[in-house]
């Protein structure tokens, strides 16, 4: 009988959703290069990289908050 309580392994996930990721955006910024020309591919691949620094940011911000309450 499998133990409900035990703790998963989620790295299987992780590379499966990153790789789900990576290929999704390939065709839509290929898409967009076709439709639209590289300007817009870069300009998204710019508002998507400042996104995701935001985002490190904010959890790196909260981290530090947990630790400290600790």
């Known amino acids: 009988m499998k133990n409900v309580n035990a703790p998963r392994d ?5 590379s499966a959703t990153l790789s789900f990721l990576a290929v999704n955006l390939l ?3 290929f898409a ?19 996104m995701i620094n ?9 981290e ?3 630790n400290r309450r600790l």
């Open 10 to 14: 989620y790295t299987e996930f992780l």
């Open 27 to 29: 065709w839509i910024f």
């Open 32 to 50: 967009l290069w076709l439709l639209y020309g590289i300007v817009p591919v870069l300009l998204l691949a710019i508002v998507m990289n400042h």
């Open 64 to 66: 530090r908050q947990v």
């Open 54 to 62: 935001r985002l490190e940011t904010r959890l790196l911000v909260a």
